[in-house]
């Protein structure tokens, strides 16, 4: 899914703070899950924070 897919799929208009970081975060995530035992793990996790929030992180 690319960053207009995103935007779209959100509801968002696209200059929305939350469009750009959701952006930003969706580009940069395959960069923490390289080099891992378990990339898509990591990406799984990754995700499921925007997902289920920041709560979720210490669950």
């Known amino acids: ?4 897919a995103l935007v ?3 509801g968002l ?3 929305d703070p ?3 970081a959701l952006v930003h975060f969706a580009r ?5 899950a390289r080099g ?6 990591v990406l799984d996790r990754a995700f499921g924070l925007l997902d289920s929030g920041w ?3 210490g669950r």
């Open 1 to 4: 899914m690319g960053p207009r």
């Open 8 to 10: 779209e799929e959100s």
């Open 13 to 15: 208009p696209a200059d």
């Open 18 to 20: 939350a469009c750009t």
């Open 28 to 32: 940069e995530a395959p960069h923490a």
């Open 36 to 41: 891992q035992d378990d990339p898509g793990a």
């Open 55 to 57: 709560r979720e992180l």
